[in-house]
């Protein structure tokens, strides 16, 4: 196992409500980021952080926003559920910034919409 | 163009198969490549990095070829449990994000 928990694992929300999903990185991970991963795709990134900061964001709308606490664990609010916000939101955490740096994933969050 | 593109297949193949995986990438800045698994409904797991040089890990070889922006993965000696859906994933210099292709569905059969 990677070390990376998410919570909840499975969560039915109608459509307009609010969601917050949370990760608890790694052991000495102090990076994390979040991906979205509809039926028959792959994981989209959503965006990083790093250190309690922003680090980079995807295309996605500004109704998806984050945190990451002074532990560098993380959470994803989604505002507004869209029906196409059903999916697996996943987080993985590594040790830095870097590229080279390997993302642990956790066992995601099933979100469903409806 | 899609970044990161594969065939999502399924593959179907024998137990004791030979079977590769092609990916292409439309980036030319990316600069660390990746071959994850993913089982179904589970999270994806790191399989293998993807060197210029080439590298193998037991029955399991990767290439890159940047001229041509094509990765490929080799499966050798197929087994029951390789059943699975393989990324392939791809990060540009300077950002540790990573840009995931739809995945190829491997199905090894007895």
């Known amino acids: 196992e990677t070390g990376v928990t998410q919570s909840p694992t499975h969560l039915i929300k109608t459509r307009g409500q609010q969601v917050t999903l949370r990760c608890s990185s790694q052991?000495?991970?102090?990076?994390v980021s979040w991906y979205q991963q509809a039926l028959g795709q792959g994981p989209q990134f959503i965006f990083q952080?790093?250190?309690?900061?922003?680090?980079g964001r995807g295309n996605f709308p500004p109704r998806f926003s984050g945190l990451q606490f002074p532990n560098y664990s993380s959470e994803l609010n989604v505002n507004a559920l869209e029906l196409d916000d059903s999916a697996l939101y996943l987080c993985?955490?590594?040790?830095?910034?870097?590229?080279?740096?390997?993302?642990?994933f956790g066992p995601g969050t099933r979100l469903t919409v409806l | 163009r899609k970044e990161v593109e594969q065939d999502p297949g399924p593959f179907n193949v024998p137990e004791g198969a030979t079977v590769a995986f092609n990916c292409t990438y439309s980036?030319?800045?990316?600069?660390?490549f990746f071959w994850y698994r993913q089982d179904c409904r589970k999270e994806p797991k790191l399989l293998m990095s993807?060197?210029?040089s080439g590298n193998e890990d037991g029955r399991f070889t990767a290439q890159l070829n940047r001229a041509s922006q094509y990765i490929s993965l080799l499966i050798r000696d197929s087994k029951l449990s390789d059943s699975a859906t393989y990324l392939c994933?791809?990060?540009?210099?300077?950002?540790?994000?990573?840009?995931f292709g739809k995945g190829t569905m491997l199905l090894v059969s007895p």
């Open positions: 993807v060197y210029s």
């Open positions: 952080y790093y250190r309690e900061e922003e680090n």
């Open positions: 993985a955490s590594s040790s830095g910034q870097g590229y080279t740096d390997t993302q642990y």
């Open positions: 980036n030319s800045a990316s600069q660390s």
């Open positions: 994933v791809v990060n540009r210099a300077g950002y540790s994000t990573l840009t």
């Open positions: 052991s000495g991970h102090n990076t």
